[in-house]
Nanobody, 125 residues
Framework: QVQLVESGGGLAQAGGSLRLSCVAS????????MGWFRQAPGKEREFVAA?????????YYSYSVKGRFTISRDNAKNTMYLQMNSLKPEDTAVYYC?????????????????WGQGTQVTVSS
């Protein structure tokens, strides 16, 4: 069991940057693979990025964000980050962090056990 809380969303201009954070409860954060997903109104929640446990040696990105977004984790702070650069209007969505106990850094929603409440990212042109 883990509680996840996202922060850092907001309004950005196209080409700008935001950094999202996901803080996890407990003292076993390193035992979770972590991921970022996003969901626009009326659309499915889609994969953004994932990072392996315990130290983030394996990282995956969706094709749409590869080269622009960077996922990282700081186990000492129980925190995962998503640095978003070169933002585009199509990045507008609610962004969710997710955790998977003792699993691989998955790229599908069904692989994750726990979810945060989401943080809104809006990118204007």
């Amino acid at each position: 069991q883990v509680q996840l809380v996202e922060s850092g969303g907001g309004l950005a201009q196209a080409g700008g940057s935001l950094r999202l954070s996901c803080v996890a409860s407990g003292r076993t954060f390193s035992n979770y693979a972590m991921g970022w997903f996003r969901q626009a109104p009326g659309k499915e929640r889609e994969f953004v990025a994932a990072i392996s446990w315990p130290s983030g040696g394996v990282i995956y990105y969706s094709y749409s964000v590869k080269g622009r977004f960077t996922i990282s984790r700081d186990n000492a702070k129980n925190t995962m980050y998503l640095q978003m650069n070169s933002l585009k209007p199509e990045d507008t969505a609610v962004y969710y962090c997710a955790a998977r106990w003792h699993g691989n850094a998955g790229t599908t929603r069904g692989e994750y056990d726990y979810w945060g409440q989401g943080t809104q990212v809006t990118v204007s042109s």
